[in-house]
């Protein structure tokens, strides 16, 4: 099977080709073809992953993708345990997004552009995984910001549409730019970027990887540069502090591509690059590189769950939560909790697919994003209502669903590592739970306050109005209050929410062998053992404090939102400015539109001024000049120069007269002509032989 | 006389025939006609040469196909290529000085040359001699015949077509 | 010199003495052949169409042709007016010439072949293309517009599906790496990978060679519904039966080839006893051209005949696209297998 | 014994009936059968010296082999035009042919 796993992105790219030129004639069919590839594609991947837990080794193929000497450049893939498992999850989570697409997107008029762009974004998104090298993976890792950005303005005549694609590129490039340095940084010390040479280079502590640089004051070790440059990559990408800006915008997309690609999977990636570079991270000089991805993730986890306190879009709460949950993962891959972080990226895959998708079920139904103009939704959708508060008590950490067993192994490895870190964390899973059970009692509790007839999708842009098209919901009939969304789209919730309670069961320990859990077993990092580090066992202590955290923060919401005995601007009146500071997204984004946006605006038009005054003002100076030159050579052209030109055609003229009979323009005659000229010039080399 | 002598005669004097007709006779189907005995000969004196593949290929190409064309041609275009038709130019005498000029002259610079014997066997199965010829010393000569085939195969379809 | 220092003249002399012989004794042979074809076409088409087919003229008529051929010689030959007497002289003597110089190369049995040329099936396709000119001609020189039409669609025709007709001998020389045709039947059966490759070439060589012999659904050039018989509408007994010796002639050569270069020439599944190799060889050949040979009157009489654009569009756009395709398929297996 | 001299002295006079042949006809497809001549004639030349003169890598081939193919292309191409020219103008008399003759 592993050797196989080639063609799991084959397919996804196939269906990218033939519906991108094919789809207008395929139309309504368009997505049989994107979901028949990501089926084969799941059976794959699935099959190897099976192999993998069944104890296959782990199947590195490469080939020669370009050789300069001495350096060869492979291409090629990697099956392990990481690699198998994720691709298994992003092809049952892609695969379900994809079917969930087919009625949310349905009556759209770029049917068949959308299942296109899905496609190529799996193809990139598997490709990135399975790869072997950093440049395959950079292949795969730009395809999928090339999609992030396409997918994000897809409603392309929307303005904020366009603005968002535009900072979800710029930003992430800040981010890949790093990255890219950093995999040159890689190539000019170990003249490889293929993975298993560099992380066995690395820990071997080759003699460049231990070279030092100075910057500035510092002196900063290569290898551990090297790491960080790597990290600027999933900084982007995973929207970590401080590129997270792009994320919470990118919820312009359809809803279904919210939930693939920045919920479950391309944010993704920037935490499995680190989970695959982990070799580069660890082996630095007292793990410092991770100390840095542990505080980077920590602060986001934080910094995120403030945020989504005080909004009131219910994707954007989603998307802050995101970027939290991303920086769990951060944090805990940062503490030495390799299986920690990644199995939360697992679990997280699975449970926030569940939450955007139940969230755009429900934006589909009530026609507008604001949770305060929901309501009382429980009881028009349940399935909807059910497969959201499945999804929201794993995302908020309680007993027994997934998010509890990965969160929990995070803040046990926190516990154990740094203090500091733990008590951050604890506080952004409380924030987690608060924020969410807010989220919940506005949408499903209470009375219904938006209005009867649900206006025209407001996400929709005027053209698709003009086209007859009445939001995702084709058909669209009046109906009294919102409604259930159709089963195309609710059965790929209720999969998903079964994935979300049952996913972290691998986690349980004991299910492993010596006591620990599965996952442990599965999914662990070799560096470890020969640094004696142990993974810390489960604790019932810190299991059940981090579930009080979790039930204190539904209990603070309950009493705020649910039953109300604090009323919300109560509490906003208590914490004074802090309300508008984190409403406005702690003025990160407004520091960056003054500081970035409009510097480079002030500097192109000081550019500008500078082009317009100093090189054109020279510019005119030489042009005056030369005007002036050629007014003189003008005078000496129209007598001296015209006059010898008339004096030559006058001559030709003439010649020509007196050669004109000898053109016939019968092309004999000038043959006859070459071949007495043969003939003559023959005889007059044999008179002179 | 031994018999490649004897060859050599025969075909010689189909192609010198053959030439003549194609170039003397008044009706242009009767000169086409006469190009298959001419480049039949041809074709044998190949032989004679031991060019067998030549031969065929000139069978093949000028007999089968160039012929057939032109005769083709002549055939649609009958209204200009009649007997009623005047067939020659005004040159005829000053052409044939020339012409007679030329071969002369031809045959005493190459009389004058003293030609040796064979300077060798040919490779024994020319066919693969020629093939290998062609793939390696003059693969250039072979790529660029080839864009020309392409090129007028293109231009002929462009030009011969009726205008829409 | 004498007969003996012909005889032990260098190779390319014996050729040419080779050709004549093959001519003389071809004549026959071909002759003898056409005699029993026409007379199988008539028997195979009233099979066909649920008739009984000459009867009278011998036992079940089989002399029927000889009969015929008696006639045909004993009429008067019409040149008609203002018709080109030369050329409508020659015509036919070159279409039947060029069916028979097919043979020099065609192996009937180990050894048995005119001359096992080096460059043997482009001799072929080259001495077929010959055809042409004799048919274009005597069109022409009928002096009757039926008859000239009916040479220009032959011409159009024939050049048209020379093409495909050498791209499937150009894939057979690909596999064998030969043009003799000896060592193409010594090379035969073809390894199992090549099937696909060698059935399409087989298909396109039969289609070819049908449209090469002017033969239904190919037959535009002679046409009697339209041209009244085309190019040789004109041509009266003997001048006539050269046609047909020309057609039979090119049909059986054809076959023969056909035979040769996809068949197995004259190998056979089984050996056979009392015969000897030479025996068995011409035995099993026989039996498989004539085997074909019935295939193609058994199309002839069940399929209606093509419009001129339609078979133009065949070769152009079916035939040889198909080919070249399978051509390059076909050298890439052999370059890779290799 | 037949030598070189014997195919240059024939060759010779196949390419002085071809000149003729180009330099007196009217009708322009009979003076690319003159042309045809002339070419023949260059290809026996070039076969007879690979056999006289230098036999190996048969070089004379390759170059009588490229000749007729462009022959080839040439009689496609100006067969091409000649029925154009004769649908147009109805002539295929080169010195009819004056379009662009001021």
Redesign the interface.
């Known amino acids: 099977m592993a050797r196989l796993a080639w063609l799991i992105p084959l397919f996804p790219l196939a269906s990218y080709g033939i519906l991108a030129f094919r789809g207008r004639v395929l139309g309504e069919r368009a997505p049989y073809v994107a979901i028949a590839a990501m089926a084969v594609s799941a059976v794959l991947a699935w099959g190897t992953f099976l192999e993998q837990v069944l104890g296959a080794p782990p199947f590195v193929w490469r080939a020669a993708w370009a050789v300069g000497g001495e350096r060869v450049i492979t291409v090629g893939y990697t099956v392990d345990s990481l690699s198998s498992i994720t691709v298994a999850m992003i092809t049952l989570v892609g695969g379900l997004i994809f079917v969930y697409s087919v009625g949310y997107m349905h009556g759209d008029p770029y049917y068949a552009r959308f299942f296109a762009f899905l496609s190529l974004f799996c193809a990139g998104m598997l490709t990135m995984v399975l790869a072997n090298s950093f440049l395959l993976m950079l292949i795969g890792w730009e395809v999928i910001g090339l999609c992030s950005y396409l997918l994000i303005g897809f409603y392309f005549r929307r303005r904020s549409a366009n603005l968002a694609q535009m900072k979800a590129f710029l930003t992430t490039r800040v981010g890949d730019t790093l990255m890219l340095v950093g995999i040159m940084a890689l190539f000019w010390q170990f003249g490889t970027v293929d993975y298993q040479t560099v992380f066995e280079a690395v820990h071997k502590g080759a003699e460049k990887a231990s070279a030092a640089v100075r910057l500035g004051p510092w002196e900063i070790p290569v290898v551990t540069l090297t790491a960080l440059l790597i990290f600027g990559g999933p900084i982007g990408k995973s929207g970590q502090f401080p590129l997270h800006v792009w994320l919470p915008d990118a919820m312009e997309g359809p809803t279904p591509v919210s939930a693939l690609i920045h919920a479950a999977t391309m944010v993704a990636a920037g935490v499995y690059l680190v989970g695959r570079a982990y070799p580069l991270f660890f082996f630095t000089p007292h793990h410092e590189a991770l100390t840095w991805v542990a505080w980077v993730g920590t602060v986001t986890a934080l910094m995120a769950g403030l945020i989504a306190l005080a909004q009131d879009d219910i994707k954007r709460v989603l998307a802050y939560s995101t970027i939290s949950q991303l920086g769990f993962m951060m944090a805990g891959l940062g503490v030495l909790g390799y299986t920690a972080g990644l199995f939360h990226l697992l679990t997280h895959a699975f449970f926030k697919a569940l939450l955007f998708l139940a969230a755009g079920s429900v934006i589909h139904a009530v026609r507008t994003n604001n949770i305060k103009e929901m309501g009382g939704l429980w009881r028009s959708m349940p399935v909807t209502f059910w497969t959201f508060l499945a999804g929201f008590l794993a995302l908020a950490g309680v007993f027994p669903f997934a998010g509890f067993w990965s969160k929990d192994e995070i803040l046990l490895e926190a516990y154990h590592h740094d203090p500091a870190i733990y008590t951050l964390l604890t506080a952004a899973a409380f924030l987690t739970a608060l924020y969410m059970s807010r989220l919940v009692a506005y949408a499903f509790f209470g009375r219904y306050r938006g209005p009867e007839h649900p206006e025209p999708d407001p996400w929709l842009p005027e053209d698709y109005a003009r086209a007859g098209v009445h939001g995702p919901h084709h058909g669209h009939e009046a109906h009294r209050g919102p409604h259930e969304s159709p089963p195309v789209m609710t059965v790929p919730l209720m999969v998903l929410a079964f994935f979300a309670l049952v996913a972290g069961f691998v986690g349980i320990p004991g299910t492993g062998p010596e006591g620990g859990s599965w996952i442990h077993h599965f999914l662990k990092f070799e560096g470890f053992e020969e640094a004696g580090i142990h993974a810390p066992s489960f604790s019932w202590p810190l299991a059940l404090r981090s579930l009080a955290v979790a039930l204190a923060g539904i209990g603070v919401a309950w009493v705020v939102y649910g039953v109300r005995w604090v009323r919300s601007d109560q509490v906003r009146a208590w914490v004074g400015p802090l309300y508008p500071f984190l409403r406005n997204r702690m003025y990160i984004d407004t520091v960056y539109a003054w500081v970035f946006v409009r510097g480079g605006l002030a500097l192109a038009a000081g550019l500008r001024w500078f082009d317009v005054h100093g090189v054109d003002g020279l510019v005119n100076l030489v042009g005056g000049v030369t005007v002036l030159v050629s007014r003189l050579h003008r005078l000496f052209d129209t007598y001296v120069v015209d006059g010898l030109v008339n004096l030559i055609g006058w001559l030709t003229r003439g010649l020509g007269m007196l050669l004109r009979p000898l053109q016939t323009g019968r092309a004999y005659h000038y043959i006859l002509v070459a071949a007495a000229g043969l003939v003559i010039i023959v005889v007059v080399s044999l008179w002179r032989l | 006389m031994n018999a490649e002598a004897l060859a050599f005669c025969a075909l010689a004097a189909m192609v010198l025939v053959g030439g003549a007709l194609v170039v003397y006779s008044r009706n242009l189907v009767h000169a086409a006609v006469s190009l298959v005995p001419t480049l039949l000969g041809v074709a044998g004196l190949y032989v004679l040469l031991h060019a067998e593949f030549v031969a065929a290929i000139q069978i093949l190409i000028y007999v089968g196909a160039i012929t057939v064309l032109i005769l083709f041609v002549i055939l649609l275009t009958e209204g200009a290529t009649g007997l009623r038709v005047r067939q020659r130019n005004e040159q005829v005498p000053l052409a044939l000085g020339v012409c007679g000029a030329l071969v002369a002259l031809l045959w005493v610079v190459l009389l004058r040359v003293p030609w040796g014997p064979a300077a060798g066997p040919l490779p024994p199965y020319n066919p693969g001699a020629v093939g290998r010829s062609f793939l390696m010393p003059y693969v250039l000569a072979f790529e660029v015949t080839s864009l020309v085939i392409l090129a007028s195969l293109v231009g002929a379809i462009v030009i011969a077509r009726r205008e829409e | 010199m004498g007969l003996g220092g012909l005889l032990s003249a260098v190779w390319q002399v014996e050729l040419v003495r080779m050709v004549v012989l093959a001519a003389v004794v071809f004549t026959f042979l071909a002759v003898g052949g056409a005699l029993f074809l026409v007379l199988a076409e008539r028997k195979i088409s009233a099979w066909i169409q649920a008739r009984v087919g000459p009867k009278h003229v011998g036992p079940h008529g089989l002399l029927q042709t000889v009969a015929d051929t008696l006639k045909l010689l004993y009429k008067e030959n019409i040149v008609p007016h203002r018709a080109d007497r030369v050329l409508f002289s020659i015509a036919p003597i070159l279409v039947a010439v060029a069916a028979l110089l097919d043979w020099v190369v065609i192996p009937f049995a180990p050894g048995w072949v005119v001359r096992d040329l080096n460059v043997g099936i482009l001799y072929f396709a080259a001495v077929s293309s010959l055809t042409v000119i004799g048919i274009l001609t005597g069109g022409w020189a009928s002096n009757n517009k039926y008859s000239l039409l009916g040479g220009l669609r032959s011409a159009a025709q024939m050049v048209s599906y020379e093409l495909p007709l050498a791209f499937s001998l150009l894939l057979v020389a690909t596999l064998t790496g030969t043009l003799s045709t000896v060592r193409i039947v010594e090379a035969q059966p073809y390894p199992a990978y090549l099937y696909p490759s060698v059935a399409v070439a087989a298909v396109v060589f039969l289609v070819a060679a049908t449209a090469e012999a002017n033969r239904i659904p190919f037959d535009l050039p002679e046409a009697e519904a339209e041209l009244v018989a085309g190019y040789f509408s004109e041509y009266t007994p003997m001048r006539f039966a050269l046609f047909q010796l020309g057609e039979y002639g090119s049909l059986l050569a054809s076959s023969a080839l056909f035979t040769t270069l996809f068949l197995g020439g004259w190998k056979g599944p089984f050996p056979l006893p009392w015969l000897g190799p030479v025996g068995n060889g011409l035995v099993w050949f026989l039996l498989k051209t004539y085997a074909v040979v019935f295939f193609l009157m058994w199309v002839r009489w069940t399929y209606p005949r093509f419009r001129i654009d339609q078979l133009l569009g065949l070769s152009w756009k079916v035939l040889l696209p198909v080919s070249m395709m399978n051509l390059l398929v076909a050298g890439w297996l052999v370059v890779v297998v290799r | 014994?037949?030598?070189?001299?014997?195919?240059?002295?024939?060759s010779?006079?196949?390419?002085?009936?071809?000149?003729?042949?180009?330099?007196?006809?009217?009708?322009a497809?009979?003076?690319?059968?003159?042309i045809?001549?002339m070419l023949?004639a260059a290809?026996?030349n070039f076969?007879?010296f690979?056999?006289?003169?230098?036999?190996?890598?048969?070089?004379g081939?390759?170059a009588?082999?490229?000749i007729?193919?462009?022959?080839?292309?040439?009689?496609?191409?100006g067969?091409?035009?000649?029925?154009?020219a004769?649908?147009h103008l109805?002539?295929?008399?080169?010195?009819q042919v004056?379009l662009?003759?001021g």
């Open positions: 014994m037949i030598g070189l001299p014997h195919y240059l002295v024939l010779s006079l196949l390419f002085g009936m071809g000149l003729f042949g180009v330099l007196t006809r009217r009708n497809v009979a003076i690319l059968m003159g045809e001549l023949n290809n026996l076969v007879a690979t056999k006289f003169v230098d036999p190996t890598f048969v070089r081939h390759v009588a082999l490229v007729i193919t462009l022959a080839a292309c040439e009689a496609a191409v067969l091409a035009l000649i029925i154009n004769y649908r109805e002539t295929v008399n080169v010195d004056n662009l003759k």
